[in-house]
């Protein structure tokens, strides 16, 4: 039989100028493009990632040592900014928090752009559509850019674009990743709003506390700091006015119980055996809320027992608490309590503030700060945050863009980092920090910029004696008795 002819391939059909647009907007080929420019970024950011979370000290045999970058100061071994100006540009970084589940994802909550009037009402509400956008997309809707609240999930690996964003009604002054659920992270809002974002839904929030602080016990001031307790299963906020709400993560929507301080809260942080709660205020004072068994939840109403540290004028912080920070080591049956705060090292509580001082605080043995350390530079302290691996090792950002690290097991007088730090920004103040589970990252944020630092193991890794080293030294000099 004659052999049939092979058979010439269809040209392409060209398409034309409308079916070309037509394509390009609709949602399969959105999607399409989202997921595989993601994709290649990550594949681009890879050494990223490599630089940020490989341990060069444990590779084994055969191993590729990676080149680290560093900064001449033999404390940094890696830096890297993550900032997306389309989203993040004139605004300023409110909160930063790890992932307790994905080690390579970083939360970041943003404030109001510079050019935004409003505080209550943004304009992301009114440009809800039937269906919302998902939180993946880099792709703006209208009025999105200029909502008032945002919030970015980063990966290591793409600097210059988010995994995921979030929009808001109000200022998002204060952020969290849920402890057990990856898929939801929860937010403290200027309005008094605590907002629940899930990844699988989209952008906008899907759940949200009642606004009716009367009738739900809520926060009707900016919530400025909130705090996971109760190995994950509880979640504390507080608000401007002084008032500290405790919630159950089962029920966002209203809390558990409600207490106030005498004061306008700044920040607070929650002791390490997580029933404990100590807290700044604006006008420099400290005040300790210790757990209480007789607690009612079904009143809503708190009888946790509230006192203002009895501290001299000359020894309190002048002006706001600006940072606070506990120790978060794993609880210990082993611990003795005073006071109902553990004694020892992981006691100690760190505060800074607008006097240019970072103040240590042994509420198990007095109310009043151990000792108190100046800036060398006569600058605002913006936050302060133990290192979560090395008892002794804390870190303090300062508004003149300079990071320092101390390390209280080798000198109570200067910064291992030197007396003039760590330079990260010539004309932004450094606002926030936050250090990894290992304590090998740790996160700085200046403006709308999230830097992620990777410390050298020979400061962030702990030998083994540096909390009878660091109390020892306190008891030297006579600032503690054991």
Same mark, same amino acid.
């Given at each position: 039989?004659?052999?049939?002819?092979?058979?010439?391939?269809?040209?392409?059909? +060209?398409?034309?100028?409308?079916?070309?647009?037509?394509?390009? $907007?609709?949602? !399969?080929?959105?999607?399409?493009?989202?997921?595989?420019?993601?994709?290649?970024?990550?594949?681009?950011?890879?050494?990223?990632?490599?630089?940020?979370?490989?341990?060069?000290?444990?590779?084994?045999?055969?191993?590729?040592?990676?080149?680290?970058?560093?900064?001449?100061?033999?404390?940094?071994?890696?830096?890297?900014?993550?900032?997306?100006?389309?989203?993040?540009?004139?605004?300023?970084?409110?909160?930063?928090?790890?992932?307790?589940?994905?080690?390579?994802?970083?939360? =970041?909550?943003?404030?109001?752009?510079?050019?935004?009037?409003?505080?209550?009402?943004?304009? =992301?509400?009114? =440009?809800?559509?039937?269906?919302?956008?998902?939180?993946?997309?880099?792709?703006?809707?209208?009025?999105?850019?200029?909502?008032?609240?945002? =919030?970015?999930?980063?990966?290591?690996?793409?600097?210059?674009?988010?995994?995921?964003?979030?929009?808001?009604?109000?200022?998002?002054?204060?952020?969290?990743?849920?402890?057990? /659920?990856?898929?939801?992270?929860?937010?403290?809002?200027?309005?008094?709003?605590?907002?629940?974002?899930? #990844?699988?839904?989209?952008?906008?929030?899907?759940?949200?506390?009642?606004?009716?602080?009367?009738?739900?016990?809520?926060?009707?001031?900016?919530?400025?700091?909130?705090?996971?307790?109760?190995?994950?299963?509880?979640?504390?906020?507080?608000?401007?006015?002084?008032?500290?709400?405790?919630?159950?993560? $089962?029920?966002?929507?209203? !809390? +558990?119980?409600?207490?106030?301080?005498?004061?306008?809260?700044?920040?607070? +942080?929650?002791?390490?055996?997580?029933?404990?709660?100590?807290?700044?205020?604006?006008?420099?004072?400290?005040?300790? #809320?210790?757990?209480?068994?007789?607690?009612?939840?079904?009143?809503?109403?708190?009888?946790? !027992?509230?006192?203002?540290?009895?501290?001299?004028?000359? /020894?309190?912080?002048?002006?706001?608490?600006?940072?606070?920070?506990?120790?978060?080591? +794993?609880?210990?049956?082993?611990?003795?309590?005073?006071?109902?705060?553990?004694?020892?090292?992981?006691?100690?509580?760190?505060?800074?503030?607008?006097?240019?001082?970072?103040?240590?605080?042994?509420?198990?043995?007095?109310?009043?700060?151990?000792?108190?350390?100046?800036?060398?530079?006569?600058?605002?302290?913006?936050?302060?945050?133990?290192?979560?691996?090395?008892?002794?090792?804390?870190?303090?950002?300062?508004?003149?863009?300079?990071?320092?690290?101390?390390?209280?097991?080798?000198?109570?007088?200067?910064?291992?980092?030197?007396?003039?730090? #760590?330079?990260?920004?010539?004309?932004?103040?450094?606002?926030?920090?936050?250090?990894?589970?290992?304590?090998?990252?740790?996160?700085?944020?200046?403006?709308?910029?999230?830097?992620?630092?990777? #410390?050298?193991?020979?400061?962030?890794?702990?030998?083994?004696?540096?909390?009878?080293?660091?109390?020892?030294?306190?008891?030297?000099?006579?600032?503690?008795?054991?």
């Amino acid at each position: 039989e004659k052999a049939e002819a092979p058979q010439e391939p269809e040209t392409p059909k +060209a398409l034309t100028a409308e079916e070309r647009e037509a394509t390009v $907007a609709s949602e !399969p080929f959105s999607d399409f493009l989202n997921s595989a420019s993601k994709k290649v970024e990550r594949m681009l950011g890879a050494p990223d990632l490599a630089d940020l979370l490989a341990d060069t000290d444990y590779l084994g045999d055969g191993a590729t040592e990676i080149e680290k970058v560093t900064d001449g100061s033999g404390f940094i071994t890696g830096r890297h900014i993550y900032e997306c100006p389309k989203w993040t540009a004139t605004r300023d970084v409110t909160d930063v928090d790890w992932s307790p589940i994905h080690r390579e994802l970083m939360l =970041a909550s943003y404030h109001m752009p510079s050019t935004s009037k409003s505080l209550v009402g943004s304009s =992301a509400l009114s =440009a809800i559509l039937p269906k919302d956008t998902p939180s993946a997309s880099l792709i703006p809707r209208s009025g999105e850019l200029q909502s008032d609240g945002l =919030a970015l999930v980063w990966s290591l690996a793409m600097p210059n674009r988010p995994e995921h964003i979030f929009t808001c009604g109000s200022p998002v002054l204060t952020s969290r990743f849920h402890p057990t /659920e990856h898929h939801l992270l929860v937010g403290g809002c200027h309005s008094g709003q605590l907002v629940v974002w899930d #990844i699988r839904a989209g952008r906008l929030a899907v759940q949200r506390s009642s606004l009716d602080a009367v009738a739900s016990k809520g926060h009707s001031h900016p919530i400025c700091s909130m705090e996971i307790t109760e190995g994950g299963a509880g979640l504390v906020t507080g608000s401007s006015d002084g008032k500290l709400n405790f919630w159950s993560l $089962a029920n966002l929507r209203d !809390p +558990a119980e409600s207490l106030s301080i005498s004061s306008n809260l700044s920040c607070f +942080a929650v002791a390490p055996e997580g029933s404990s709660i100590i807290c700044g205020d604006e006008s420099g004072g400290v005040h300790s #809320i210790l757990a209480s068994s007789s607690a009612t939840g079904s009143s809503r109403s708190s009888r946790r !027992p509230v006192r203002m540290f009895d501290v001299p004028e000359e /020894e309190r912080h002048f002006g706001t608490i600006t940072g606070i920070s506990s120790k978060r080591f +794993a609880r210990s049956s082993s611990h003795q309590m005073s006071k109902g705060f553990l004694r020892g090292g992981d006691g100690l509580v760190l505060t800074c503030g607008v006097d240019w001082t970072t103040k240590l605080w042994a509420p198990a043995y007095t109310e009043k700060p151990v000792m108190s350390l100046l800036s060398n530079t006569y600058d605002y302290m913006c936050d302060v945050q133990w290192s979560t691996v090395n008892p002794s090792l804390f870190a303090a950002a300062s508004s003149n863009g300079t990071l320092s690290l101390w390390n209280l097991a080798t000198s109570l007088e200067t910064p291992i980092s030197g007396s003039d730090g #760590i330079k990260l920004d010539e004309d932004l103040s450094l606002n926030k920090l936050k250090w990894s589970a290992d304590g090998r990252r740790l996160i700085v944020t200046s403006g709308d910029k999230v830097r992620v630092l990777g #410390i050298s193991e020979d400061v962030a890794r702990p030998k083994g004696d540096e909390n009878e080293r660091m109390m020892g030294n306190l008891a030297s000099r006579g600032f503690l008795q054991p």
